[in-house]
C-alpha cells in the first residue's frame, strides 16, 4: 500500500511569488491533514478535509493560504504571495474514517522563502 | 501558548538501557494522547498512544504512561536500541476534534 506522497520535496521560492504544494494521501482515507512546522519548532495544525469539505481550517495563518482538495483526492496549498515567515516543512496526513486519530504522515515539502 | 510541552530538546542514552521521555500538557480537556517518531527527512511516523481513560499502553518494547492529576505523559523504551534515534513528538487531541496539539519534539540519541 502506498504511503502519503507529497511535491515537491523542497521548493525555493522569492517573496512574493506563489507556490502550491500538493498531497496523495493514501488511498481510501477520508480525512486528510496539512500541517506546518517551522524552524525546528512544534509541528502546528492548519486544516482538516473529510473527502472534499473542509472541517476545521482553524490553523490556517491568513487568507494568503488557500487549501483545496477536489474530489476528495489529493490536497494541493497554495500560498499567495509567499513571505519570509512561511518557511518551513508543510506536512501532509491522512487517516480512515475507522480510525481518525491515527494519522499516516508524507515526508513533508521544505519550502524556503528568500 | 503552547499546550503540550516536550521540555527536553535532547536526550542521550546508552544502548541497552530505557530510554525515557518525557511530555507535559496545559489543557485538561485533552482525552487522548500520541507519540510519534521522526527520522531525517521524512513525516512523522505513528507509535503509540494512550486514551484518557488509561494510565498505561504496551506495545513491545515502548510503553506510554499517563498521569492525569499531573498532566504529564512520558514514553519508556526499553531496551533502546540505535534504530531508536530519532525525534520523537508527543502529541493531544480534545474530543471530537481531529487536530493534533503538538510539543516541539525531543531528538533521542542512542550510544551504542
Known amino acids: 500500500e502506498a504511503g502519503v506522497t507529497q511535491f515537491p520535496s523542497h521548493s525555493v521560492i522569492e517573496k512574493g511569488q506563489t507556490v502550491t504544494l500538493r498531497c496523495d494521501p493514501i488511498?481510501?482515507?477520508?480525512?486528510l491533514y496539512w500541517y506546518r512546522r517551522v524552524m525546528g519548532k512544534e509541528i502546528k495544525f492548519l486544516l482538516h478535509?473529510?473527502?472534499?469539505?473542509?472541517?476545521?481550517e482553524s490553523g490556517m495563518p491568513n487568507n494568503r493560504f488557500l487549501a483545496e482538495r477536489t474530489g476528495g483526492t489529493y490536497s494541493t496549498l497554495k500560498v499567495q504571495p509567499a513571505e519570509l515567515e512561511d518557511s518551513g516543512v508543510y506536512f501532509c496526513?491522512?487517516?480512515?474514517?475507522?480510525?481518525?486519530?491515527?494519522?499516516?504522515f508524507g515526508p513533508g515539502t521544505r519550502l524556503t522563502v528568500t | 501558548d503552547q499546550q503540550v510541552k516536550q521540555n527536553s530538546p535532547s536526550l542521550s542514552v546508552q544502548e541497552g538501557r530505557i530510554s525515557i521521555l518525557n511530555c507535559d500538557y496545559t489543557?485538561?480537556?485533552?482525552?487522548?494522547f500520541l507519540w510519534y517518531k521522526k527520522y531525517p527527512a521524512e513525516g512523522p511516523t505513528f507509535l503509540i498512544s494512550?486514551?484518557?481513560i488509561k494510565d498505561k499502553n504496551e506495545d513491545g518494547r515502548f510503553t506510554v504512561f499517563l498521569n492525569k492529576s499531573a498532566k504529564h505523559l512520558s514514553l519508556h523504551i526499553v531496551p533502546s536500541q540505535p534504530g531508536d534515534s530519532a525525534v520523537y513528538f508527543c502529541?493531544?487531541?480534545?474530543?471530537?476534534?481531529?487536530?493534533?496539539?503538538w510539543g516541539a519534539g525531543t531528538k533521542l540519541i542512542i550510544k551504542p
Open positions: 496526513a491522512s487517516s480512515h474514517r475507522r480510525s481518525p486519530y491515527e494519522q499516516y
Open positions: 488511498s481510501g482515507h477520508d480525512n
Open positions: 478535509f473529510v473527502k472534499e469539505s473542509k472541517q476545521d
Open positions: 489543557n485538561s480537556m485533552f482525552d487522548y
Open positions: 494512550i486514551s484518557s
Open positions: 502529541a493531544a487531541r480534545m474530543d471530537s476534534n481531529y487536530q493534533l496539539i
